[in-house]
């Protein structure tokens, strides 16, 4: 998924929820961040003390990508659950929707929302959780799992030719910008997304997976009677997600009465045509970010009426880090919402990489 649900989307099912604003704002501001923390340079205070960043994300086209390390430090534990489905150790790694560990990770996380870094936490599980809706069927490593077969693509929405554009060329753009060959959506060789991303992930299909209102799917190149896969409805399994988000902030807001506000909730059935029009909408990034907005603003998200979402700045976050390398007095530093978000970063991948997968017999790290 993208900003418009790692953030927007998120902020909305948690304030419909009946979540405080502010709070709101945490954790959907740490559901982004997952992806846009990609900093693994420690910070040296004038005292002597040191903060060892925790990575969660490195930007897609990075080499680093294709480091065994990154890929199981970081792509596994906050971006491809593992599934823990099939015989091999491979297929296991396969991530699988809403799965059995994904509901572990849920239950003992949210076990840990009495810490001072409940809300960032809660942000962190939300991204893994909602990805797990995004990237099914792909691993966070180099895997022959995750290679389709060459212009197997295809697509069962009729898309307006401006967004069949903007899907291509962000496609190109995937892809270095590789010559066109074949037409529409078949002109971006699969091989060759799977050699720039090593197979990682789901480089091979692109970006696809992230874009709501695609109704999808390809040929894997491990499948040997050469069918296509189940067709992939990206808009369904969004408002899945946001259903099944929706309740976990639920139980949140009853359990935890200091993160609630009462005012805000409504129950999902009352706004869920109105996601389920966002979700559906054939725009770039920024139009559905506008949109979810917008619902906002026109009142048809929360049980107040008319709000306004903030908008997202990673340079917030990113400013704080910046702020603490200038620091002369390292206790300072769990005032910063950076500080927090590491500290819940680090539980979560303890968390998943030595104790639920490993209670699985799966081990990764």
């Given at each position: ?77 906050f971006h491809f659950l593992p599934g823990n489905e099939g015989d091999s150790y491979t297929q296991r790694l396969v991530c699988k929707k809403d799965s059995e560990i994904a509901q572990e990770m849920i239950k003992y996380n949210v076990a ?254």
């Amino acid at each position: 998924m993208q900003l418009d649900m790692h953030y927007y989307g998120t902020y909305a099912m948690a304030r419909a929820a009946g979540l405080k604003k502010e709070v709101c704002e945490t954790i959907a501001t740490a559901a982004q961040f997952v992806d846009d923390n990609a900093e693994k340079e420690s910070v040296f205070f004038r005292d002597g003390a040191r903060l060892d960043a925790e990575a969660t994300a490195h930007h897609t086209m990075h080499l680093k990508n294709l480091s065994r390390e990154d890929q199981r430090q970081i792509w596994v534990p906050f971006h491809f659950l593992p599934g823990n489905e099939g015989d091999s150790y491979t297929q296991r790694l396969v991530c699988k929707k809403d799965s059995e560990i994904a509901q572990e990770m849920i239950k003992y996380n949210v076990a840990l929302l009495n810490q001072p870094f409940a809300l960032p936490l809660l942000g962190i599980i939300a991204h893994v959780y909602a990805d797990t809706f995004a990237h099914y069927g792909f691993s966070g490593v180099s895997s022959r799992h995750n290679k389709i077969v060459n212009n197997s693509i295809a697509f069962h929405v009729s898309l307006s030719p401006d967004i069949e554009k903007y899907i291509t060329d962000k496609a190109k753009k995937f892809v270095n910008d590789y010559p066109k060959e074949g037409g529409l959506f078949h002109n971006i060789k699969s091989w060759l997304a799977e050699e720039v991303t090593g197979a990682l992930g789901h480089g091979a299909v692109m970006t696809y997976p992230d874009r709501p209102f695609l109704v999808w799917n390809f040929v894997y190149e491990n499948n040997t009677d050469g069918a296509h896969c189940p067709v992939r409805n990206n808009p369904e399994t969004y408002v899945e997600f946001c259903v099944k988000i929706h309740e976990i902030f639920q139980r949140v807001a009853k359990e935890h009465p200091d993160f609630a506000d009462k005012a805000a909730f409504i129950d999902f059935s009352k706004i869920e045509s109105t996601v389920k029009e966002i979700i559906n909408l054939q725009a770039p990034k920024e139009g559905r970010v506008d949109a979810w907005k917008k619902a906002a603003r026109n009142g048809l998200l929360f049980g107040t009426g008319q709000e306004t979402i903030p908008d997202y700045d990673e340079n917030v976050w990113h400013n704080n880090r910046d702020n603490l390398k200038r620091t002369k007095d390292s206790r300072v530093t769990p005032g910063f919402p950076v500080y927090r978000f590491y500290q819940a970063a680090a539980v979560h991948r303890i968390n998943i990489l030595r104790h639920i997968l490993p209670a699985k017999e799966l081990i990764v790290a």
